[in-house]
């Protein structure tokens, strides 16, 4: 809407918004990183992995609903994040109330945007109560130990625990549900014209009707589609989603676009969080809130897409993604801890993400090339982008 109101019912009109939040996800995306791994490298790594993604450059180019809610579960996660590593009994009730009511807001945004932010929401409900059972667990250890001074900090566990789950409720139902009903507004609007008396009796049932459409068509799709792919086809981007193909722009030149992951950042981010995931079963890596927010984070947007029974699409994957990298730059930072030649792989990695970028740049851009040079390119890994194979 605002990039229309400003720039009129054109294509860049249309996109310039969504454009703005793609990049947006990158600031938001290296804030993340530098909490995660205390080190600025490692939030570049992360970031400069993501922004030379294809997916990424694609979506946000063209301004699908996703980029609002990828961005927007990013900041959901982040002050999840920023809950999970405080401590109410150190740092006070009040003060971990924000971060709460900050991820609360920004999960009704991404809601009332696409569902799938629901689903990343489930990750929010099992981090939180997760970090509460944690404090119920200090609570236990320290009325075991003969010490007092600890016992008081303690003591009052259920009633800063019933606190938090009350303003819970707040900051992640009420709020939200408001924030999603109130998305409605341009139907109640439009209905209340075409209806005299039309109130909230009205308005409840406009919006209770197109829930109904919504998981109706959604539950029910029986449609199957060329360029439709499996969830466990996405990690190594066996199905790119074709957009856009011209052979007649010049002679000898065609112009294509497609939806699909730089295989350097999803082939190798998608290895490292199973290679992480490994270690963390043969105990080689110690748990902690990092390792938390990411292994959520993948299994939250990416696990709900294997009991879907109708057609998907690669581009669904597009929210897992920035966690696949988060865990992979977490297992180098700590291969580089305990192996410190190993300083030039990350470096290596960016290197190989941009190279794959630079060259299959004209199947995700749309930029006309020669067939021969889309000939060579298309037997690149990732290279069936360009012709939509």
Not at 46 to 54: H, Q, W
Not at 125 to 136: D, H, M, Q, W
């Amino acid at each position: 809407m605002l990039g229309v109101w400003a720039f009129g019912m054109t294509p860049f009109g249309w996109r310039v918004v969504g454009a703005l939040f793609g990049i947006g996800m990158l600031p938001v995306l290296y804030a993340f990183g530098k909490r995660i791994f205390k080190n600025s490298n490692y939030a570049l790594v992360l970031t400069t992995l993501f922004a030379f993604d294809f997916m990424h450059f694609t979506q946000t180019r063209i301004a699908t609903i996703d980029v609002y809610s990828v961005f927007f579960i990013l900041l959901m996660y982040y002050y999840m994040y920023q809950y999970i590593t405080m401590n109410f009994f150190v740092d006070g009730l009040k003060k971990t109330l924000k971060p709460l009511a900050l991820s609360g807001l920004f999960f009704g945004i991404g809601a009332a945007c696409k569902w799938t932010s629901i689903y990343a929401g489930a990750g929010l409900a099992v981090l939180l109560f997760g970090s509460l059972i944690a404090r119920y667990l200090d609570y236990i250890q320290v009325n075991a130990r003969d010490n007092d001074a600890d016992k008081a900090r303690v003591k009052e566990f259920w009633m800063l625990a019933g606190k938090t789950i009350a303003w819970c409720v707040l900051f992640f139902i009420v709020i939200p549900f408001a924030i999603y009903f109130a998305s409605y507004l341009p139907y109640y609007i439009y209905e209340s014209g075409q209806n005299p008396g039309y109130g909230l009796m009205g308005m409840k049932d406009t919006f209770v009707k197109y829930q109904e459409f919504m998981y109706s068509y959604h539950s029910n799709l029986k449609a199957t589609h060329p360029y439709q792919s499996s969830w466990y086809s996405w990690p190594f981007t066996a199905k790119p989603m074709w957009y856009y193909f011209n052979s007649y722009i010049a002679p000898d030149q065609i112009s294509t676009m497609s939806a699909s992951g730089n295989p350097a950042v999803w082939w190798v981010s998608s290895i490292g969080a199973v290679a992480l995931l490994w270690a963390r079963m043969t105990k080689r890596v110690a748990p902690d809130r990092a390792m938390q927010i990411f292994t959520v984070g993948i299994l939250a947007n990416y696990l709900p897409w294997v009991l879907v029974t109708r057609c998907t699409f690669i581009y669904q994957f597009f929210a897992t993604v920035p966690f696949l990298l988060m865990a992979t730059v977490y297992a180098l930072q700590k291969l580089e801890q305990k192996y410190r030649d190993a300083w030039f792989v990350k470096w290596f990695w960016v290197g190989l993400a941009i190279l794959f970028f630079v060259l299959l740049y004209p199947g995700i851009s749309g930029l006309p090339v020669s067939s021969g040079w889309a000939s060579f390119i298309s037997n690149l890994p990732g290279g069936k982008l360009m012709y939509g194979a």
